[in-house]
């Protein structure tokens, strides 16, 4: 990932859009999907957005829900661009996100993805967010993050790895940045194969939010487009996070861990977050958010997609505070909590390298 310091690269003949609900139809995306020579350099793709109120939570910053629902559409891009008009781009894992910092109202939000590798029908993209200030016209990265994109054929199902091109790389910065990418593929195995999500129950208690999933929520292939599941997890970690603050405290959301999306959500179904804290540390707790799809006509539940989402709380002056502990009251409780530990060393031992 980028480190904090590092300042994003300039854009590329950016594509500006003036709401994100422009960008889930393929139409509006044909010039930017031309002139691609196999490179990495040749799939990116950049967009820009500006930030409205209405995009703001509570605090007077962009919901990270928001942020998130751009990064995949934009992570989704390069991988569309690499393959081209006959193949469907679903999004199989988002990495985890790091908000380095808030966004205001009326900041210039700039999506930068490009490709990372290509395994055959499946491949990375680099996604890094970056903002130019209204007010000051200061540029620094906000976000950043990799996803992991799976391709369908017409049919919908999975394509042949042999009919996918291969990524070319041209610098010696594409190929340390595909073997990269070959550690973090080895990372997300190793996660999760020891940092499993436990699901909740009845007996866990945990918070329970119901939408209905409609047609203004699809992507091309008529499923729930990715960046609405992610903010909706957003949203209701959220709530369970500003639920356990302290009096006069808020919640900010620094981190959105790896996101597995398990299988699509159909239009028409009633989407269903589950939601609880799983870990409280001295000033933060991390909050577990599971998805289901419950489809009325065949009474079928359908797993959808699980995460971790981490919340700081600050007082009044935005200094970090520290939490109420949160004490595990099940068996299953105490587990997750226990793989909320597993899950930081893991992380923190991927960062080393």
């Given amino acids: 990932m980028l480190s904090h310091s590092q300042e994003p690269e300039e854009p590329m003949a950016p594509v500006v859009y003036s709401a994100a609900e422009s960008l889930r139809t393929s139409a509006s995306l044909n010039d930017a999907l031309t002139s691609v020579d196999g490179s990495p350099e040749g799939s990116r793709f950049c967009l820009t957005v500006p930030t409205y109120p209405s995009h703001t939570d509570q605090n007077g910053f962009a919901n990270a829900g928001f942020v998130l629902e751009l990064m995949d559409v934009g992570g989704c891009i390069p991988a569309k661009r690499h393959v ?68 369908l054929d017409k ?37 999760d194969a020891q940092a499993i999500r436990i ?37 209701a970690a959220w709530d369970v996070a500003q639920a356990h603050a302290s009096s006069g405290c808020s919640m900010l959301c620094v981190r959105q861990e790896r ?28 909050v577990q958010v599971d998805l289901d799809a419950f489809c009325p006509q065949t009474q079928q539940v359908i797993p959808v997609a699980s995460s971790l989402l981490v919340f700081v709380q600050t007082n009044q002056q935005g200094i970090p505070t520290p939490v109420t ?29």
């Fill in 84 to 151: 081209g008009f006959n193949y469907h781009i679903v999004t199989a894992c988002q990495d985890r996100t790091d908000f380095l910092h808030p966004v205001r109202p009326w900041d210039i939000l700039n999506v930068e993805a490009q490709l990372t590798r290509v395994w055959g029908r499946s491949m990375e993209s680099r996604v890094c967010v970056w903002v130019w200030s209204f007010e000051t016209g200061q540029k620094r990265v906000i976000a950043n993050a990799y996803q992991v994109n799976v391709v």
């Fill in 259 to 286: 996101t597995n999306f398990l299988k699509p959500a159909p239009i028409g179904s009633i989407l269903v977050s589950r939601a609880q804290v799983v870990k409280s540390w001295n000033t933060s707790i991390d």
């Fill in 199 to 235: 699901p909740f129950t009845a007996e866990d208690q945990p918070l329970v939010r119901n939408r209905i999933l409609t047609p203004a929520d699809a992507n091309t292939i008529h499923h729930a487009f990715g960046g609405i599941l992610l903010a909706e997890m957003h949203q």
């Fill in 325 to 353: 502990p949160w004490v595990p009251q099940t068996h299953s409780q105490e587990r997750r909590a226990e793989l909320a530990v597993i899950r930081r060393q893991l992380r923190e031992q991927e960062q080393g390298h």
């Fill in 155 to 191: 049919n919908l199902q999975k394509a042949n790895p042999d009919d996918i091109p291969p990524l070319l790389s041209q610098t010696e910065k594409d190929v340390r940045e595909a073997e990269a990418a070959d550690r973090r593929r080895q990372y997300r195995q190793q996660e």
